[in-house]
């Protein structure tokens, strides 16, 4: 009762005051009293349905109150669903915590009568055989409202549950209704939405906000929560598809291609609101200008919305959509609009900033609005949207047929693991791939029908196929928001080549892949119970996996450090340096029936090939009782994390060892790390990252491991960290500061500065293979993934950098020529010795995004090799 008369008040408050000084007088009586009427939030030029729950009567708080926890807001939208006949309810996944990912389909009820038609009508529009005869002018259009991708950006979760209540409970929307189907995803990552709302809620005063800047309730803790469960930054994923929220959201996305997708951020706290278009000189060049011209179109209706509240807001002077694994980038290769909207945030439930106070309340209102301006703008252009959708394809295939690359092919003829993984990546993408059905040669490769891949450029996926594949090295802007280029067939590892109109022709397809037969290929045992040992080499991508499920159960492994010839029952076969050997008879935690059922089944779920061999005395090589053998330990991971540290990169090291290779990890804070008895472990990693925190004690204990025989896996900063301590050796280059005083435009500066930056491209280095580093690979070239600007000088080892840039190292994405004249010569990787341990340091970053499957197993080397690599060190 007392509630509903202080929503009284408030509300007649609201009809007294100037628009002016309305958000301060909000703010502070915000303050002071946190019960927000949804009266706040709703048009009131509406009534609404009775019968259906407000959010109150369902969370027992107002919208803005509290921080929303995801279980709830899946609690109120089920209710919604069950109350409305506008509203459908779907859960398309479970997060890697398990929480579930729902997508509510609202529209018109005789609309949901019909909707499975009304859908496949709608996706009939991206096939370019049958759209020409679809009539758009009765047709649906259909909007996707997605919010918080990121889990610390809440105002667009709770957003969420407001545009359900409208578009359940409006009366008098019976057009929009009938002419658009909304879907409507309340959170990308709910994962990170629930650390943050653990936080910010746990920290809430009671009676009155804080709303100090410096209060624990606006201070996060490492690794904050703007990522997934394993900190991965979910609004990168959309092309990489390593995660559950992004796999999941993809499929349904593809099921419905929206005609338009917002995805709903926040940014600092003293900034105002941003709608795109972004800037106009960093699109993807693969996205048709329409789509831009629509994106400027839909802004005005943004525009109009945040005007009515004397909202500041600005479009075209940040963010970009360039990056296809971005949420607003990824639909523009689609045919969809992507929207990106940007709230200053409160990062909690009130913070001051440059514009006087920031109330939860108010951001979530923003957020709320432009979900109305979008739904509004594209059932008002609804029509132009649905007829773009049908062009966008039917414009692809053309641009196709003029394209110079038909088609590309591609294999990794000893890795069938890593084949699967991008056969899956792309058929998430819906993009057509067929098996070779003629042999071939290009690009100085043979390619066998039957094993190997091809990919035409004509088809109705034909931008998606051209930007993954693509190299590209001329821009229109020297400056990017995120990385420059992400071209799959570097990213893999593969041997692929492109192939022009002379190359390509339509009898090389061969049967197409069948995505939805796909599954994980099988390996296998090769001999059957062998009394002598068991080999297998290291080119599968789950080599490791498997050295480590044998390491897990004590079975005694070695690798080879140089090739050996046996006979096998498929006659003599060469081993590769690099080679995993389990001798039978030298275990003692199986017997040779126990060893020989566990090899199977390692080698079955690892998709490699185990060779069962019944004699020592190789034909050819070394035998395997040989000194060049060495003998593996378990590795034992200490993974630094916390403050200081980058966390993407202690994310990309975890899920990789735990969601590749089944290794487990322990991770501690760099403080505790300072008291921290390291005996227990042989192998450390150290993300980039600046370790001020670490004390002097624990850098001389980490020393004294390192003598010992400990090995540090250290990535940039953390490796010039460990130098600069005299833990190992290292020459940094830096470029020649820049001399030239003559004055500068001060509008300039920034873009100056930006171009020296290296965002992420891809560089060609060369391997010396017969480094321990450097096993599982055969080819001597590997194309990196860079994202800084670290130049590790050759050293004057000349047997400590196994891999190196080559002397014209750029293959894609955009460089500085200054930096880039830095680059070769220099080390991507390289091995510095301290008494009988290693420090192995990366001037690159292995394992990123987790698609970088092609160098994935130059960080598996140093895990499982590290500590066998002899004679490498520099001096010291
Ligand atoms: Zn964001």
Redesign the pocket.
């Known amino acids: 009762m007392k509630l509903k008369l202080l929503s009284a008040i408030t509300a007649v408050l609201f009809l007294l005051l100037p628009v002016y000084t309305q958000a301060q007088t909000f703010a502070e009586q915000f303050k002071d009293d946190a019960n927000v009427p949804l009266s706040y939030f709703l048009p009131g030029d509406v009534t609404y349905d009775e019968s259906i729950p407000t959010p109150y009567e369902v969370l027992g708080f107002n919208i803005g109150e509290w921080h929303l926890r995801h279980d709830l807001g899946v609690r109120y939208l089920e209710a919604i669903a069950a109350a409305s006949d506008r509203v459908t309810l779907h859960q398309y996944g479970r997060t890697h915590e398990l929480r579930p990912l729902i997508l509510l389909t609202i529209t018109h009820p005789e609309n949901q009568e019909n909707i499975e038609n009304i859908r496949e009508r709608h996706v009939s529009l991206t096939n370019p055989q049958v759209s020409g005869n679809l009539d758009t002018s009765d047709m649906p259009a259909v909007v996707w409202l997605g919010y918080s ?2 889990g610390n ?1 809440h105002s667009g979760a709770n957003a969420a549950l407001l545009s359900a209540y409208y578009y359940a409970a409006a009366q008098g929307i019976d057009d929009v209704l009938r002419e658009t189907v909304i879907l409507l995803d309340p959170s990308f990552n709910p994962d990170g939405q629930d650390r943050f709302v653990s936080w910010v809620n746990s920290h809430r005063n009671l009676n009155r906000l804080t709303a100090d800047p410096r209060d624990r309730e606006y201070n996060e803790p490492w690794p904050r929560s ?1 990522t997934n469960h394993y900190w991965f930054d979910l ?1 990168r994923d959309w092309m990489p598809l390593q995660h559950p929220e992004s796999r999941g959201r993809l499929e349904m996305f593809h099921h419905w291609k929206p005609n338009v997708l917002t995805d709903h ?3 600092g706290t003293n900034a105002t609101y941003f709608f795109q278009p972004g800037i106009p000189s960093r699109n993807n060049p693969l996205t048709l200008e329409r789509n831009f011209e629509l994106t400027a179109k839909l802004a005005e209706y943004h525009a109009e919305y945040l005007d009515r509240f004397g909202q500041l807001y600005y479009t075209k002077e940040s963010f970009d959509d360039f990056y296809v694994g971005k949420g607003s980038t990824y639909p523009d290769l689609n045919g969809t609009i992507g929207i990106l909207f ?1 709230q200053a945030s409160s990062r909690g439930h009130i913070q001051e900033s440059q514009h006087g106070l920031v109330p939860f309340p108010e951001t979530i209102r923003n957020q709320f609005q432009t979900s109305l301006s979008t739904v509004s703008g594209t059932h008002a252009l609804r029509t132009e949207f649905l007829d773009f959708l049908r062009t966008h394809y039917t414009q692809a295939i053309t641009d196709a047929r003029a394209d110079a690359v038909r088609g590309y092919v591609f294999s990794a003829p000893h890795d069938p693991a890593r084949i699967y993984h991008l056969l899956d990546i792309l058929g998430r993408h819906q993009i057509q791939v067929y098996e070779l059905g003629r042999n071939l040669s290009a690009n100085d490769r043979n390619f066998e029908a039957g094993r190997d891949f091809i990919i035409p450029a004509e088809q109705p996926q034909y931008r998606l196929v051209r930007s993954l594949f693509e190299t590209r090295t001329e821009f229109t802007d020297s400056l990017f928001y995120d990385v420059s280029t992400w071209s799959l067939p570097h990213a893999f590892n593969l041997n692929h080549a492109e192939l022009g109109s002379r190359a390509f022709s339509s009898n090389l397809l061969g049967d197409a892949i069948d995505y939805e037969n796909l599954s994980f290929p099988e390996g296998e045992l090769i001999g059957g119970q062998s009394r002598y040992a068991y080999v297998f080499e290291w080119d599968g991508y789950y080599a490791p996996r498997a050295l480590y499920d044998l390491q897990h159960s004590d079975v005694r492994t070695k690798v080879s450090n140089r090739s050996f010839t046996l006979p096998t029952t498929e006659g003599e076969r060469e081993f590769a340096p690099g080679s995993i050997i389990v001798p039978v008879g030298i275990q003692d935690a199986c017997s040779p029936e126990e060893l020989f059922a566990k090899i199977r089944e390692t080698a079955r779920d690892n998709a490699i090939s185990v060779y069962s061999v019944d004699t020592g005395l190789a034909r050819g090589g070394i035998d395997l009782g040989s000194p060049s053998i060495s003998t593996l330990q378990k590795p034992e991971v200490l993974l630094v994390t916390g403050n200081g540290v980058n966390v993407s990169e202690a994310g990309e090291t975890w899920f990789q060892l735990d969601q590749r290779y089944n290794v487990p990890v322990t991770m501690v804070e760099t403080d505790r790390f300072n008291s921290l008895d390291l005996s227990r472990y042989n192998t450390i990693v150290m993300p980039n990252g600046n370790y001020n925190g670490i004390s002097q004690g624990a850098r001389e204990r980490l020393s004294s491991w390192i003598s010992g025989g400990g090995v540090v896996i250290a990535y940039k900063g953390a490796a010039s960290w460990l130098v600069r301590h005299d833990m190992a050796s290292a020459s940094f280059a830096s470029r020649d500061s820049d001399d030239d005083n003559s004055p500068r435009a001060y509008a300039d500066l920034a873009s100056t500065r930006g171009a020296q930056v290296i965002g992420g491209s891809i560089f060609q280095t060369r391997l010396d293979l017969t480094h321990p580093l450097t096993y599982g690979y055969r080819n001597e070239h590997l194309s990196v993934f860079r994202n800084s600007t670290i130049f590790m000088e050759a050293p004057s080892n000349p047997y400590a950098a196994p891999i190196r840039y080559t002397d014209n190292p750029l293959i894609s994405g955009y460089i500085s020529s200054e930096n880039l004249e830095m680059l070769p010569g220099t080390a991507s990787v390289l091995v510095s010795g301290q008494g009988s341990g290693r420090v192995i340091m990366f001037a690159d970053n292995p394992n990123f995004r987790a698609f970088w499957f092609g160098t994935n197993k130059l960080f598996a080397n140093s895990l499982f090799f590290g500590s066998t690599i002899s004679g490498a060190s520099i001096e010291r």
């Open positions: 991708v990121h950006e703007r609004n951020h926040e940014m940007e």
